[in-house]
């Protein structure tokens, strides 16, 4: 029987399912947005929205514990206190957006695009001026 079973392990141990969210987190702090797995991308999201709401706090221990949470990458978290300040000081949650894809050629797994907000809306409106 499954009982109380916290985490989704995806396949990988620990240290290496931690490796995988930290470049998962990275990646879609420099492109507003990333195409993984379905699973990938439900289980990542959890931690970009702990990033966000310690960014909205902005104080010196919200850096170091954003900084301990993706293995002491300071340009990253840089990034996450320039770029998504107002985007986390704007909501309490929420931050990202998960978006079904059609599945994957080779092994029909299933794909998803997860972006957050604000570049989502920048994109709209960029749109909406090109029309």
């Known amino acids: 029987m499954r009982k109380k079973i916290a985490t989704k392990k995806l396949n990988r141990s620990g240290r290496s399912r931690r490796a995988m ?10 492109h507003g947005k990333i195409k993984t797995t379905k699973a990938k991308a439900k289980a990542t999201q959890p931690k970009i929205d702990r990033i966000l709401r310690l960014v909205a706090q902005g104080d010196l221990s919200a850096r170091r514990q954003t900084l301990s949470m993706l293995g002491n ?59």
């Open 21 to 30: 969210y930290r470049s998962l987190v990275r990646s879609l702090a420099e």
């Open 73 to 131: 990458d300071k340009e990253t978290v840089q990034i996450f206190f320039d770029k998504y300040k107002e985007l986390a000081t704007s909501r309490s949650s929420g931050f990202t957006r998960l978006t079904k894809l059609l599945p994957r050629k080779g092994d029909s797994a299933e794909m998803a695009i997860l972006e957050l907000i604000e570049t989502s809306k920048k994109n709209e409106n960029d749109s909406s001026k090109n029309k």
